[in-house]
């Protein structure tokens, strides 16, 4: 299945097929880039940036490389490959043909879940609109700008479904999609961890590394969907964003190096000295990452949901890799959940937000597992861990209940006093604003990070990623 790049819209949906479908969607483009001018990267819309853009949907040489100016980017709707009698994998109606059309008593169920994916696209491109400012690289640059296109590209993805499914409603949803603005007093985006300010490149690192990763588990879920068109741009947009999380896992882990630089040549752990020097200290990069964790388990919803267990049931969204599991009908199954009163068994279908969140933390465990290894390989004790799930949670069983980190019990006095020491308090913000310079000669990596081990498609670290003018 090849792209068409002939037409305005970039597709292989067969769009000029559909007259009505192409103008509603070629009437939502310029609006598309003027929110993208003004809530996008700013200041850099006539840099050359070399990026990737899709030219297959196939896993293996998917797509280019070359340098792009990003408003000339092409955003476009791309769905994986159909799977020729795909069937329903999960819930009530396993073992039935996959949908192509969204059936209407489940339409508001989707369109909800659609609406809710397709907001945290924009709402991230719309986090990071400064931090181009204060690159540490021309790579890194680089890197942020291939996530913001991408972002922008699974916004298409899901504003195609709203109007090529859901009609007049669908195409309002899509105007309001950019609408919604990240941090917005009067209209802000759906889901809290995507009003977070991203203002700098720790942050950044932690959001792709937990936050991105919270969408792979999403994505991964929708893509087992019955409604056949989400499932297959589902599994494209997880090809995509793979490279996402690997900013992520290697910019801490770039940053984890640099620390550990640094305190070899001081030989010293003392955070003050290691600040000094212009490193960040692996306390503070724990507490960077005590509050990306914990807000990005917060997206997964409560732990007993009848939302989910309805969604399951329904055949809209399933487990992540469903096909690891004998048991897709699970309605006679239980699980065991842990809340603040002890155990209770609940059923499954309703604990399905829990089982997601479950896998969604190992998979977070094997990054952590490799910062470790550095730290032990340099030869210190210090041991970066991810915080309990009780700990700081704003949604589900354990809000207001005052944790410690490791998930005891403590009293609210004592959670007060010591919440700064466990996440970024002003004064680590501060600190770690105070490093942000803007480094932009080719091959030139700021201070407290470490260049990565190789450049991007086989290209060398100094090459000139961004031509800036
Ligand atoms: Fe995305
Ligand atoms: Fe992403």
Redesign the pocket.
Known sequence: MTINYSERIPNNVNLANDRTLQRALEHWQPRFLDWWKEMGPHDFAEADVYLRTAVGVDAQGWASYGAVKMPDYRWGIFLAEPIADRTIGFGDYYGQPAWQQVPGEFRSQFRRIIVTQGDT?PA?VEQQHLLGHTCPSLYDLRNLFQ?NV??GR?LWAMVYLLHAHFGRDGREEAEELLARHSGDVDKPRILGTFNEPISDWLSFFMF?YFT?RD?KFQLKSLAESSFDPLARTCRFMLT??AH??FVGETGVGRVVKRTLEVMKELGTDDPVAIRKHGAIDLPTIQRYMNFWFTSSLDLFGSEVSSNAASSFANGIKGRPDEGQYEDHICAEMSYELETPQGKEIVSLRNAMNEVMRTSYIRDCEIGVKRWNMQIQRAGFEFRLALPSPRFHRSIGAWVNVPTDPQGNAISREEYDRLLPGWTPSESDRTFVKSLMQRVIEPGKMAGWVAPPDRGINNLPVAYEYVRLV
Request: glycine share 8%; aromatic share 0%; charged share 45%.
């Open positions: 696209e991230s996530v991408e972002e699974h792709t991105d969408g995509e964003e996402h999380m």
